[in-house]
């Protein structure tokens, strides 16, 4: 459709989070109202636009052109797009996208007083070693990987930004999402959640692969993650639209480690199945970049008045297996 004025832009709207954004707010929102930003699409990701037919759509460059020109006026921009591979090691590729694009979209936010609601990442924890505590001082965190290293980079430069003298968005969120699952990940092959890859495995062998422990406080299977279901991080998102007086680095999480063995246990009940875990050799690639433990303290979010009740994990599983037995059949 002819693009016009919309109120509402999504970039990253073809990736994991972004595409369930645009699927919510296209239940109850005129098409009209949104314009869907992401790269130019590949063919793994043409079924998560699918959600919105009717919604119009520009590139990542056409966007930034359009939005720095004067040609569109947005009232908020949920910026959900990135590189999200924690394994890329081209700096510069990383820099340009998760924190000079970034950049860019949080100066006209600021200059125009709008909404802009960004994706962080737990990956800016590092090691832990720190805690996951969205109140620390986020300048003593060292992350693992240049991903993380590139999400830290934008919200280190976000807090340099709200301690000047100088215009800001009308509300400034960061998430710090921690381990999200559910429908629309498919695309993120090896960076997919471990309940797609139980689920493909699950139908092509009849047995799901765990990474063996490379730490001695941590048995096999029994590395510990924070998962949180896409929908609930949705609703989390739209709520603080609700709430433009609320501005800030956030945690966003369950507030409750699960152990990958507990997590594909759940997956195996879904289906109604045994258990058959088997347990391979971690990458040499990911030893020294892995997160062993995450779990995000949720008490800063819940402070700013965004009441939240996470799906547990037993049903937010099944029902990503009932998406999953709809859309790939075991």
């Given amino acids: 459709m002819p693009l016009i004025n919309p109120r509402i832009v999504i970039t990253g709207a073809a990736g994991f989070i972004g595409s369930r954004l645009l699927a919510r707010l296209n239940e109850t929102t005129s098409a009209e109202d949104i314009l869907a930003v992401d790269h130019p699409i590949s063919q793994r990701k043409v079924t998560n636009l699918a959600v919105a037919p009717d919604v119009s759509f520009l590139t990542h460059t056409a966007f930034i052109e359009a939005l720095e020109s004067g040609s569109l006026s947005p009232e908020v921009i949920f910026h959900m797009g990135a590189c999200s591979s924690t394994v890329e090691t081209d700096w510069r590729y990383l820099a340009e996208n998760n924190i000079r694009y970034s950049q860019r979209i949080w100066e006209w936010s600021a200059a125009n007083g709008r909404q802009f609601i960004y994706a962080s990442s737990a990956a ?9 505590d969205d109140e620390y001082d986020i300048q003593n965190l060292r992350p693992l990987n240049l ?36 429908p629309g990940e498919s695309h993120k092959g090896r960076m997919a959640s471990m309940v797609f890859h139980g689920w493909n495995q699950l139908r092509d062998t009849g047995a799901v692969r765990l990474f063996k422990s490379h730490h001695s406080d941590y048995a096999d299977g029994g590395q510990l993650r924070d998962f949180i279901y896409v929908a609930d991080v949705v609703d989390v998102i739209l709520t603080l639209t609700k709430q433009p007086q609320v501005s800030g680095l ?6 409750r480690a699960h152990s990958f063995r507990s997590l594909i246990e759940e997956l195996f009940r879904a289906v109604g199945q045994p258990p058959n875990i088997e347990y391979i050799p971690m ?9 062993y433990f995450t779990e995000a303290k949720m008490r800063k979010l ?6 939240f009740s996470p799906t547990p994990l037993s049903d937010a599983v099944a029902d990503y297996a009932q998406w999953l037995r709809a859309n790939a059949p075991i």
């Fill in 302 to 307: 819940t402070e700013a008045g965004i009441s």
């Fill in 283 to 291: 990458p040499r690639d990911l030893r020294s970049k892995y997160q």
């Fill in 124 to 132: 800016t924890y590092g090691d832990g070693t720190h805690g996951f």
């Fill in 250 to 255: 956030f945690n966003l999480g369950t507030g």
């Fill in 147 to 182: 991903y993380g290293k590139s999400k830290h980079d934008f919200d280190l430069w976000v807090e340099a930004q709200t301690q000047k003298d100088r215009a800001r968005p009308a509300q400034c969120v960061g998430l710090k999402f921690f381990n999200v699952y559910g």
